[in-house]
């Protein structure tokens, strides 16, 4: 699966959209970019996945450059429950049966 | 609904005891994962099961053993405890298939001491 590089952490103001980068400027035709997040304690939560084309869900936003070797994950209107280590994973779903976990950013949404 | 259920949430061992962590998910998903997570650090890989009967290795999977004999359980155990070992524990499932992978649905963890 291709590396992923984020920043190590990040500002947002609460109302504000937050946009979390990622790098994956190795990733192939068949891997999809993931977006995992975890709230001080938890388990990581599923936020958000795609190909190529740009998806949207009730959680946020995911824009994927045409080249396809970054995205950037969009929280609209961040609340201070956002606050949380997002994880972006390039997967190949069809040959791959795990994910492997970076660092992550650290997003802190203030008010 | 429960998803992924972990037990026990939180256990203090003594170096060289001996535990078995237990991870129950009632989606009828086919793949089940154990993770670690060290403070500060990302979670990382120890075994994983791709269905019933089979299990794998994973980034860290010394001084531990998994057993997956039902399809709904995978357990996780630590024949002989060591400090090193001190440290949050995320079970996993998620569906079989490329196209039927919408994420992994996780536990709430296992927080893990040993003294």
């Known amino acids: 699966d291709a590396k992923t590089t984020q920043p190590t952490s990040m500002d947002c103001a609460e109302g504000r959209a937050a946009n979390l980068p990622c790098n994956h400027s190795?990733?192939?035709?068949?891997?999809?970019v993931y977006w995992y997040r975890q709230i001080h304690s938890q388990g990581p939560q599923y936020i958000i996945h795609?190909?190529?084309n740009n998806e949207t869900n009730e959680m946020a936003s995911l824009i994927i450059t045409e080249d396809r070797k970054s995205s950037t994950l969009i929280l609209p209107h961040a609340t201070l429950r956002d606050t949380a280590v997002y994880y972006c994973?390039?997967?190949?779903?069809?040959?791959?049966?795990?994910?492997?976990f970076g660092t992550g950013t650290r997003l802190q949404v203030t008010l | 609904n429960a998803g992924v259920t972990q037990t026990p949430k939180f256990r203090v061992l003594k170096t060289g005891q001996s535990m078995t962590l237990l991870c129950a998910q009632d989606?009828?998903?086919?793949?089940m994962y154990w993770y670690r997570q060290d403070p500060g650090m990302g979670l990382r890989l120890i075994h994983y099961?791709?269905?019933?009967?089979?299990?794998a290795k994973g980034e860290v999977p010394d001084g531990y053993n998994v057993s997956r004999l039902k399809k709904q359980n995978f357990l996780l155990g630590l024949e002989s405890a060591a400090p090193s070992q001190t440290s949050v524990y995320f079970c996993?499932?998620?569906?079989?298939?490329?196209?039927?992978?919408?994420?992994?649905?996780f536990g709430s963890g296992t927080r893990l001491t040993v003294v």
């Open positions: 190795t990733i192939s035709g068949n891997e999809y």
């Open positions: 795609g190909l190529k």
């Open positions: 989606m009828n998903h086919e793949y």
């Open positions: 994973i390039a997967l190949d779903t069809g040959t791959a049966s795990k994910l492997t």
């Open positions: 996993a499932s998620s569906p079989l298939g490329p196209g039927q992978f919408y994420g992994y649905t």
């Open positions: 099961s791709v269905g019933e009967g089979t299990t």
